[in-house]
């Protein structure tokens, strides 16, 4: 059975500061995929890494994927408090006839002034 | 907006009744998958749907069942609720069936059972 693991799963951290969130996963993965979700909301798509050592940036944020580590990165570069959201990684298997994703606990980011 | 709609937005129902959660993908879109997200169990993926035919399943309890519709709409009824079955349920759809399809997720239904 497929496992993905965040850590940590709570962030407090400063304006201005850089952090990593980590994310790794059990078995051979087809894709990674990073979200955002506001409180109540809804997922919002961030990066979608398909092969190994794909590195993605928008904005802030920076992902990459080493398939043979089976671990994702989501680095934060000088947090602002519009970043504060919940953020999941999940992995995409394909199966006979469908797919699914399995997603990671989340990392509850909180970016404070 | 991902172009993924579903109703309705919250439903507050008491234990044991039996509900009906509603989806519609994007236009074009012929994959529909159903999650539930809850403090107890985090995000976890239901059930496919492709082209009116189960696909994938996962970790749905019998009392759960879903089905998607000529016109590709699906919908998720749950029955003999409990207090357990409170979460948000995502609608997501994708073009085709297969993995190398992006996920678009819906604004959720947000359940409540008291």
């Known amino acids: 059975e497929l496992k993905v693991e965040q850590n940590p799963l709570f962030l407090s951290m400063q304006e201005g500061k850089n952090y990593t969130i980590y994310c790794n996963y059990s078995?051979?993965?087809?894709?990674l995929y990073w979200y955002r979700q506001d409180p109540g909301k809804s997922l919002e798509s961030l990066f979608v890494?398909?092969?190994?050592?794909a590195v993605k940036q928008e904005g802030r944020l920076m992902a990459s994927l080493d398939t043979k580590a089976r671990l994702s990165t989501l680095h934060i570069t000088a947090a602002v408090h519009d970043l504060s959201a919940t953020y999941f990684c999940?992995?995409?298997?394909?199966?006979?006839?469908?797919?699914?994703?399995?997603f990671g606990e989340g990392t509850q980011l909180t970016v404070n002034p | 907006d991902s172009g993924v709609t579903q109703t309705p937005k919250h439903l507050i129902t008491a234990t044991g009744q039996r509900v009906t959660l509603r989806c519609s993908p994007r236009?074009?879109?012929?994959?529909v998958y159903w999650y539930q997200q809850s403090l107890d169990q985090g995000l976890q993926f239901l059930i496919q749907?492709?082209?009116?035919?189960?696909?994938a399943k996962g970790n749905i309890l019998e009392r759960f069942s879903a089905q998607q519709f000529p016109d590709l709409h699906s919908e998720l009824n749950l029955s003999s609720l409990e207090l357990g079955d409170s979460a948000l349920y995502f609608c997501?759809?994708?073009?085709?069936?297969?993995?190398?399809?992006?996920?678009?997720f819906g604004p959720g239904t947000r359940l409540t059972v008291t």
């Open positions: 749907y492709y082209n009116g035919e189960e696909r």
């Open positions: 999940a992995v995409a298997r394909g199966e006979t006839s469908g797919s699914r994703l399995t």
């Open positions: 078995t051979t993965s087809d894709r």
């Open positions: 236009s074009g879109d012929l994959s």
């Open positions: 890494l398909l092969s190994n050592g």
């Open positions: 997501a759809s994708s073009p085709r069936q297969g993995l190398w399809d992006e996920q678009y």
